[in-house]
């Protein structure tokens, strides 16, 4: 699979731009803040109703203008389809594909499968566990609408659940209705849960062998999926600490406080492991990443790469490199430097100048 062309209107700093890539290596190259990083926002905003930076619909738009629209043309197994989305300030977005509008987000996930890349990956490792929660929320949404509506669900009725907390606090008699939210807390968690232990399963496998060899079999690693609370305990353990949750007007319990557990030979890389280690393994699981989604959907994944190889040593480049063979790629980076011209082929190279995106021929580089 791969992204055909992108065209963006009031989206960002862009007026109005068409892109076409190649379903190969695409390079935009330019100095920082020009534009470079919204053109990859715009293509997984495109392929996943929401932005990698977490922004809001109306961050998106353009200053001064009320909407922004996003056209994409892809194509999949030889098969093209259009993606229609519009933004707007004051409304919900609105999205259609190949021309009929869809009702719920869930009904673009699958279409295509698109992994982003950037530096702030690269601090996965040491940061919360909300980054890592994240990790496994933006992988499965793609591979399950089921886990995306069981993902909605549940933050739905969280959301409600501990806005009941805090006015049980005003009217005690509505405690009597936090059995109704509970029930539906735990059918949702529960489902959760699961998908995410066989997701870590999986993943593991394919973890092991990345880091073998980007390490030379030096150091071994493993991963593991730590729930806040096992599944089949979920509806005992809400339960006992109901008058917690009282107390702390919040729930306290549930996959909203899961995580990752790495480990770098036995130790926790989170805690103990060296900043070259940290990297390596967080590189580790975005390149376990793609090849999971390469055996799952029996087809590849589109990669976005933001300024990433600025980041990384010779040595974990390569390992890069090796792994997005094959893969449609769309990479941004300040300089069209001397690693990328020798170890990358350049399919289309783009320079982006205050929002202005120039196709160059590679003679001309």
């Avoid at 609105?94 to 021309?99: A, L």
């Amino acid at each position: 699979m791969y992204i055909e062309s992108v065209a963006l209107t009031n989206f960002r700093n862009y007026e109005s731009l068409e892109l076409e890539f190649s379903e190969k290596t695409n390079i935009l190259y330019g100095d920082n803040a020009q534009g470079k990083t919204n053109v990859l926002e715009a293509s997984y905003v495109g392929a996943t109703t929401r932005s990698h930076r977490m922004a809001r619909d109306k961050d998106m738009i353009r200053f001064g203008e009320e909407e922004a629209h996003i056209r994409m043309q892809v194509n999949k197994r030889n098969v093209g389809h259009r993606i229609d989305m519009h933004l707007r300030k004051n409304k919900s977005k609105s999205v259609m594909i190949d021309g009929l509008p869809i009702r719920r987000s869930s009904e673009l996930f699958g279409l295509i499968n698109i992994i982003f890349f950037s530096p702030e990956d690269l601090s996965i490792i040491k940061e919360g566990p909300g980054e890592r929660r994240r990790f496994m929320d933006m992988e499965l949404c793609q591979l399950s609408r089921i886990y995306y509506s069981n993902l909605a669900g549940y933050n739905k009725v969280l959301n409600q659940r501990n806005n009941l907390l805090r006015d049980i606090g005003a009217k005690k008699g509505l405690i009597d209705t936090l059995d109704v939210w509970d029930d539906q807390l735990v059918r949702y968690g529960q489902r959760i849960i699961t998908e995410r232990d066989s997701f870590i399963r999986m993943l593991r496998e394919v973890v092991i062998r990345v880091h073998e060899k980007i390490t030379g079999g030096r150091e071994t690693i493993d991963i593991q999926y730590e729930p806040n609370v096992p599944a089949d305990d979920f509806p005992d353990t809400l339960r006992k600490k109901r008058d917690t949750d009282l107390r702390y007007m919040a729930t306290m319990t549930g996959p909203q406080r899961d995580d990752i557990g790495i480990y770098i030979d036995g130790n926790d890389v989170r805690l103990y492991g060296s900043q070259g280690q940290q990297r390596t393994a967080a590189l580790t699981l975005k390149l376990a990443e793609i090849e999971l989604v390469r055996e799952m959907i029996s087809d590849t994944p589109i990669l976005l790469l933001d300024d990433v190889m600025s980041e990384l040593d010779g040595k974990r480049r390569e390992a890069l490199l090796g792994s997005i063979e094959g893969i449609q790629t769309i990479l941004t980076c300040t300089g069209y430097d001397d690693f990328i011209r020798e170890h990358m082929d350049q399919d289309r190279i783009f320079r982006v100048t205050k929002g202005v995106i120039r196709r160059e021929n590679r003679e001309q580089d």
